[in-house]
């Protein structure tokens, strides 16, 4: 019989829910936190991205895709991703950035983004629009 079995231990989950990738222009990004630790995993190894976003439906419950468009307002670049999950971590070069989101059937656009490095732009977006933003 296994022993965390027995001792009645439960066994620890990988957190197989976080996705890691990079954008197609090579911005390294992690997208998970459906259950508090994948968000516990994500907090602790999200040092050095520097925009955090948390999505949330209006109903509470787990949300469906969201279409997330980045711009970078000097370069014109832009970053397109399909997310599955409600918290997500980009590294983006410093500057300023219009982003634009799309949770259910609301689309939500926060423009005057400024990222830094060595600090994080965390912005809360719920069905209803942005909830709240804050920089470290």
């Known amino acids: 019989m296994d022993p965390d079995l027995a001792s009645g231990r439960k066994p620890q989950l990988r957190d ?26 994500m907090e602790q190894r999200s040092a050095s991205y520097n925009l955090k976003l948390v999505f949330a439906p209006r109903s509470g419950t787990a949300i469906s895709p969201v279409l997330l468009v980045i711009g970078h307002k000097e370069s014109r670049r832009v970053e397109k991703l399909l997310l ?45 629009g942005l909830k709240s933003a804050n920089y470290r």
Do not use: H
């Open 16 to 41: 197989t829910g976080i996705r890691k990738g990079k954008t197609e222009t090579g911005c390294q990004y992690m997208n998970g936190g459906l259950v508090f630790d994948e968000q516990k995993t």
């Open 84 to 128: 599955r999950a409600p918290w997500f971590y980009i590294r983006l070069p410093s500057g300023g950035y219009t982003i634009m989101a799309r949770i259910e059937n609301t689309i939500i656009v926060i423009t005057d983004v400024q990222i830094r490095i060595g600090s994080r732009a965390t912005y809360f977006l719920t069905t209803d």
